[in-house]
């Protein structure tokens, strides 16, 4: 399937062949119309075009956080975890209108045949196919089109900034900034029944708005904007002003303040500068907000990805209930799209119309792309690129790896590592939506890419698969991947539950029993890390009888991240606490026997700043301190070991203190190394010579069992003993 994409390292706009979308995370629709959002993908692309130097100054937050990665990673981690990011193209678009093709079982609400209309980023991109949430989809009136309905989003914006500046019958409202979002608010303020005023630099825009029911307007630099105002309010000010310009400038937001009426409203739903006027705010009391697109749900993930509905009574107008009142608007005749949409251009030449957009040669208000028919049984069979049997070149090298998963982790941390390794080869990579598996297939030249894994399991010539997608899918892919033979290197964590460690369990033990002996690798890459061997060798047989203190300065996650539910990222113990756990048997070398912890108080009830206490079976002690409510800049991890008389201390896997006797010796690297080469290294040498996983499963296990103790002991304040033998783990 084809899709429209921006590469903001390079900032190329492409449409791009990728394999077809296989997730069942949400309406399954095929495309009849997208609306092109001129001012807001314009911006991307502005900033996309941008050198390096450009971009900084663009998005200062972004160089902030490259600069606390240069700190306390050092600046070649800084570069590859930034280049992954903007390697990665960002689909563009995210309002259309198309017919649903599949459901899924649970849904209630949508069937296969239904007219949509569907908005959000990353979901309604312009694409010939789009999987969206149900909660960010309403269906199509009869008698409206899809093209008039693929203005749904933009649609939403613009009620949602009109419905903060709460206007009423009668009330004088100015709207700065007549483009696409513009003309909508002026119709929808007309449709409320009050008098607009509309103001742009552009007079043709103006002359429109006055057609769109508009009862004044002023061109900015041809008029004064606030002397229009002021008499067209009687000199009493106007009641309200909507902000939908797209500048960078205070400008709009100076005006603003200046027309409005004492305890009037303003809302900014443009992109627009913010810094406030503070005189003319305090003199008037000005009541000022900026709406967040279209509507309440918009960024809440259990809302958008998780299907939550807001009830009516807390929340009368979300972003699904908008969308569904502009498409009512539109099948009432409350609001006319006739003259608003100013072009038209099949799919196949989107290009052309951005390129129509960027050179500002015509006035481009609604740009509207019209998608062919296409038959989707045969599209939906288009899961991978090349086509089945096709390959850009031969099998070398002594281990052929596929992929399952491609995110950030797979781009900026592992394949970089993977590259580095001489004897591995690169075969096959999926992922759901296709679009990465796609740039992960251009960039390290892979022998195919698809949206359906199973491929990557059923090809005979992958000889390990790496899982590399979210905690939830880990069990699935293990056990699927392991009873088709296959050796398996999984990103920690292993699993997020009980009940699916002990299906992890039983598979291994089954397979175990037949004629194949399973290899599981779990991604716990810090013992394989020089520091980590350094202290190994230095603690030599005394570091069975060692203290361990481990310290993580984890940095904040926000608490609606999905690392922290409990069925999709497993919280960050389970999910990154396990790396410690892993560190403190391989430099013990023994096995957690008991746990206690303590969690401090955090919002929200989060598990992240945790302090853990481990005997290990050897009598050695173990203590883990990891926390989130630390500054970035400071180095993210240190190990100290007594053991024997002598101390090891590893600062950010960059620096190791071996003393002994009295004497001090100091190894540094210029690099943060946490181990990833190496870890890739090993399991590679191990398959080439026919040798068992470098982690041995017991210790995989342990290690899982580990942190569910961890959790265990926070709940009931007492320490939980591990019995591997009740998971059938000698």
Not at 73 to 89: H, N, T, V
Request: aromatic share 8%.
């Amino acid at each position: 399937m084809k899709i429209i994409a921006q590469n903001y390292s390079n900032g190329n706009l492409e449409m791009l062949e990728v394999p077809m979308i296989t997730s069942r995370s949400g309406l399954l629709v095929e495309t009849a119309a997208s609306l092109v959002s001129v001012g807001t993908e314009k911006a991307m692309i502005d900033v996309a075009k941008k050198s390096l130097l450009g971009k900084a100054l663009a998005r200062p937050d972004w160089v902030r956080q490259v600069l606390d990665k240069v700190r306390t990673e050092g600046l070649m981690e800084a570069w590859r975890q930034s280049k992954a990011r903007l390697d990665m193209p960002v689909p563009l678009g995210y309002s259309c209108a198309g017919t649903v093709r599949e459901v899924n079982d649970t849904e209630r609400d949508f069937r296969v045949g239904d007219r949509v209309a569907c908005s959000g980023s990353g979901y309604a991109s312009h694409a010939e196919w789009n999987v969206v949430p149900p909660n960010l989809c309403v269906k199509i009136p009869d008698n409206v089109s899809f093209e008039d309905a693929s203005y749904v989003a933009l649609g939403g914006i613009a009620m949602e900034a009109v419905r903060l500046a709460a206007p009423e019958f009668g009330h004088r409202v100015g709207v700065i900034g007549l483009g696409l979002l513009g003309q909508l608010a002026v119709q929808i303020l007309r449709a409320a029944g009050c008098h607009v005023i509309g103001i742009d630099i552009s007079a043709q825009k103006c002359g429109l708005a006055l057609k769109n029911g508009a009862e004044a307007v002023a061109v900015s630099g041809r008029d004064d904007p606030v002397a229009v105002a002021s008499a067209f309010s009687g000199h009493d000010g106007l009641d309200s002003v909507v902000i939908l310009a797209s500048v960078d400038s205070d400008e709009p937001l100076v005006q603003a303040a200046a027309m409005c009426r004492e305890r009037g409203r303003i809302i900014a739903g443009g992109l627009t500068g913010l810094n406030i006027p503070r005189q003319a705010f305090f003199e008037k009391e000005l009541h000022f907000a900026v709406s967040r697109a279209w509507g309440p749900g918009m960024f809440d993930p259990d809302y958008e990805e998780r299907g939550l509905k807001y009830p009516l009574a807390y929340a009368r107008w979300t972003a699904q209930r908008n969308m569904d009142e502009f498409l009512r608007m539109l099948s009432l005749g409350r609001i006319d799209l006739s003259g608003i949409t100013t072009h038209r251009f099949p799919f196949e030449k989107a290009l052309d119309a951005y390129r129509l957009i960027l050179s500002g040669k015509e006035p481009a208000i609604g740009v509207v792309l019209h998608y062919p028919e296409q038959d989707a049984a045969l599209v939906r069979q288009a899961t991978r690129i090349p086509a089945a049997g096709g390959s850009r070149r031969s099998r070398e090298g002594t281990v052929a790896a596929g992929l399952i998963g491609a995110g950030l982790f797979a781009r900026g941390t592992l394949l970089p590592a993977m590259k580095k390794v001489p004897g591995i080869t690169f075969e096959g990579v999926a992922s759901s939506r296709g679009l990465s598996a796609k740039n992960i297939y251009d960039s390290y030249g892979f022998n195919y890419a698809t949206s359906d894994y199973r491929e990557i399991l059923n090809d005979g010539r992958i000889d390990i698969v790496f899982i590399l997608t979210r905690h939830d899918s880990h069990k699935k892919f293990v056990c699927e991947a392991l009873r088709a033979g296959k050796a398996v290197f999984v990103e920690k964590p292993l699993c997020i539950r009980k009940d699916e460690l002990k299906e992890i369990i039983d598979t291994y033990m089954s397979v175990a029993a037949g004629d194949t002996e399973p290899f599981l690798m779990v991604g716990f890459n810090r013992r394989f890390a020089p520091a980590t061997r350094h202290c190994m060798d230095f603690m030599g047989r005394s570091r069975g009888t060692s203290v361990v203190q481990i310290r993580c300065n984890a940095g904040y996650i926000p608490a609606e991240s999905w690392v922290h539910r409990k069925d999709e990222g497993g919280g960050r113990i389970v999910g990154e606490v396990c790396h410690f756990v892993d560190l403190a048997q391989a430099i013990t070398g023994g096995i957690p026997a008991r746990v206690f912890a303590s969690c401090a108080e955090s919002p929200g009830g989060l598990r992240d700043n945790v302090v853990v206490s481990m005997k290990m079976d050897n009598g050695s002690v173990a203590s883990i301190t990891y926390a989130s409510n630390g500054d970035k800049s400071f180095p993210r991890e240190e190990v100290e070991v007594f053991a024997g008389g002598a101390v090891c201390v590893i600062e950010n896997f960059k620096t190791v203190h071996l003393v002994s006797s009295g004497k001090r010796k100091t190894r540094k690297t210029l690099e943060v190394d946490r181990g990833y080469v190496d870890e890739i290294r090993a399991v590679c040498d191990a398959l080439g010579s026919g040798a068992p996983s470098p982690i041995g499963f017991k210790s995989i296990v342990a290690t899982t069992v580990a942190t569910f103790a961890i959790e265990e002991s926070i709940t009931t304040g007492e320490a939980v003993e591990i019995d591997l033998d009740e998971w059938g783990v000698a």
